[in-house]
Structures are given as structure tokens and as C-alpha cells.
């Protein structure tokens, strides 16, 4: 008989999911949502987020979904783990329909920011400014292209009979999620060395 209530804690160890789901990362979201993404004086690439109201908003409704995906994953996990009783196939729906809100929030945060940045090329703009312009949009463009192979995953994994859910081999399933980490680790080595 498997172990009930927190005894069944030690034994997901292996499990990711419920390792990453004992790390308070809520705390680090609100971080982020107060700081990075929030913040009104922040200019990047000569595109000031705040000008733009669509951004702000885009930011600000991302958040929102980060902010209530990592509760229901909680839950979720915990039911799963028999800490508390429930049906945890509703939360994970609901979780992980959250995490495809909140990249098809990016998405369109981003393709906002490359639709800002066409635009507002100046006619005479010095080196440094069409060089930061330039490292700018390849970031956003690789946000899209990142978000985009999580949004198959996610999609991937809601019930069948939603889009494609399910109809995707383990080998591409990882593929994706691969492509996606790759990019998420180029983006910080990059970010790092800009």
C-alpha cells in the first residue's frame, strides 16, 4: 500500500514534477512581476515599455496566468501524492491550460515588441542604437520560437479531443521541450554577454 498524506512526500523524489513542486517559486514570480517585466522606467532597444499600453498589459495578464498556474500544479501534485484528497486531473487541466495562456500571452507580447521596433526605426540612428535594436528583436524572435514549441507541449498534454492533444510521439514531445531549453539557455548565455 503506497504511503498516504505527507509520508508520500520522501518517496516522489524521483518524480520532477514533484521535486520542483516543493521549490517556492511563487516568490521568485513576484519578484519578477514587481520588478523586470514591471518596471515603468525600464527602456530596452530604444522600445519603452510603458509607452505602449498593449505590452503593459500583455506583461500584466502573463503574470496573472504565471501567478495561478503554480498553486494549481500544487495542488495537482499534491493530490497526486495522496497529501490531500481530491481529483487531481482537474487541476493539472487547469494548470496546464494556464501555462498555454500565459504563452500565448508571450507570444503576443512579443510580436507586439518586434511590431514596435519595425516601426519605430529611426531614419538616422547611430551603431550602438541599430545594434541593440538588432539584439533586441532576435531575443524576442527566439521568445517566440521558444514559447511556440512549449504551446505544442502544452497543447500536447491537455484531454484528447482539444487540438492536437495527445497525438504527438514521445520523441517529438521531447524534441520540442529541447528546442525550448536550448533557447531558453542560449538567451541567458547571450543575455550575459550583451
Known sequence: MPPKGTAAIP???EDSRGC???CP???ALLGVARGERMNPDKT???VRQEEDPAVRWLSVASNVADQLYYPCEHLAWAADAKVIRGDSGKWWVLSTLLWATSLLLGIARSL??????RRRRPK???KDSLRRARVRARAEALTVAGNLADLCNAVHWLPPGVLWAGRFPPWFVGLLGTTSSLIGVYQTYAGGAA
Open 124 to 126: 538616422q540612428a547611430s
Open 44 to 46: 530596452e532597444a530604444g
Open 112 to 117: 507586439r515588441i518586434l511590431c514596435q521596433l
Open 20 to 22: 520542483w513542486a516543493l
Open 11 to 13: 518517496g516522489s523524489g
Open 25 to 27: 517559486r511563487s516568490e
